[in-house]
């Protein structure tokens, strides 16, 4: 005000932008996790919070005005998770986390770009493309043992083991889950070795 530098008042406006995207975003992944660490339990089925899906629509409209292209991929993900996880549709979720991976891949964001890909494998095998499921999983592995994520490897591979069994490679997925559980094991990752004796009783008498 003293100065006239009226140039600052625009940065501020962008500083404060980013914090409120940032802040949108964390806030967005808290219900999200609310929302697992629910489903996970013994009480009853939880129910989406109304307030999910508009933090993470705000932090994209922010991320895309402030042409933070790392940030608008991992909140699209976000948004493409919702409707996966939460909705159950797959319809509405792929087209967020297409759009997701593409800018994480421009970004060299690999973390999201990996879970993106997770999800894109879960629909696929969903809508029965295993082959397309089984490239989608086996690349976000890829990637997330490039960045030492050898938990969320495991996890993959649970999923690699079921499409095995469903292309009636049975040999491939009990060999899979094993390779999953001694990973699981030493990651000390307790919910996917949970994941894999869940897999080996479901494959018990499958050919």
């Not at 980013?18 to 949108?24: N, P, Q, S």
Request: charged content about 30%.
């Amino acid at each position: 005000m003293y100065n006239g530098d009226v140039g600052a008042l625009a940065e501020a406006d962008r500083d404060l932008d980013a914090v409120e995207a940032d802040t949108a975003l964390a806030r967005g992944r808290i219900l999200h996790a609310r929302f697992l660490s629910g489903r996970a339990g013994d009480g009853p089925a939880p129910v989406e919070d109304p307030a999910e899906l508009p933090l993470f629509t705000r932090a994209a409209e922010l991320y895309r005005a402030l042409g933070d292209v790392r940030g608008e991929a991992e909140t699209l993900f976000w948004i493409g998770c919702l409707h996966q996880v939460i909705r159950r549709d797959n319809d509405s979720a792929v087209p967020y986390l297409e759009r997701s991976c593409r800018l994480a891949a421009q970004t060299g964001d690999k973390p999201t770009r990996a879970e993106a890909l997770r999800h894109l494998g879960i629909a696929a095998h969903t809508a029965g493309r295993l082959d397309e499921a089984r490239e989608r999983l086996e690349e976000s592995s890829g990637l997330r043992r490039e960045i030492g994520a050898l938990p969320g490897v495991a996890a993959n591979m649970v999923g690699l083991a079921h499409i095995a069994a469903a292309q009636s490679r049975r040999a491939d997925a009990d060999a899979i889950l094993d390779e999953a559980d001694a990973i699981a094991q030493s990651q000390g990752a307790s919910a996917i070795v949970r994941q894999i004796e869940r897999a080996r009783a479901d494959f018990r008498g499958v050919t």
